[in-house]
């Protein structure tokens, strides 16, 4: 495919082959940076392509899949825990959504109750030192 002409400014250098070689190094691993920088074209480039062409930002979110599916291979058949920590590290950063460790905290306060009453009202309704 022959490169094509943004408006108004200097020729992309987007082409298919290009796409389909940074969507392969992404699969095999590569971070969109690292594979953009083999390919030697910038990471903000590749992050516009994306949103340009439908169809290599589908190429991409393929290749992220099959990264995540290559390193969670890995975590199954790890046996030291070195290799568990790597790969748990990199599928935390790769696929945050859905490796990221959940922390839920449940806050259960009745805001009204509080609104418009002097921090020394505050204190007599504390339940700690209502009983004191």
């Not at 599916?69 to 790769?94: H, P």
């Not at 696929?95 to 460790?101: F, G, L, Q, T, V």
């Amino acid at each position: 495919m022959t490169q094509q002409r943004n408006k108004g400014g200097r020729p992309t250098k987007f082409t298919e082959e290009l796409g389909e070689a940074i969507a392969l190094k992404v699969a095999a691993g590569l971070s969109i940076s690292a594979a953009a920088a083999e390919c030697c074209v910038l990471r903000k480039s590749v992050y516009d392509w994306k949103k340009k062409h439908a169809f290599f930002a589908e190429a991409i979110g393929l290749a992220e899949g099959l990264r995540q599916a290559m390193y969670e291979r890995e975590l199954l058949e790890a046996d030291d825990s070195a290799t568990v920590r790597r790969v748990m590290c990199a599928l935390k950063n790769f696929a945050p959504e859905d490796w990221r460790e959940k922390r839920e905290i449940s806050a259960n306060v009745e805001a009204n109750r509080y609104i418009g009453k002097s921090w020394r009202e505050l204190a007599k309704t504390n339940p700690r030192t209502e009983s004191a």
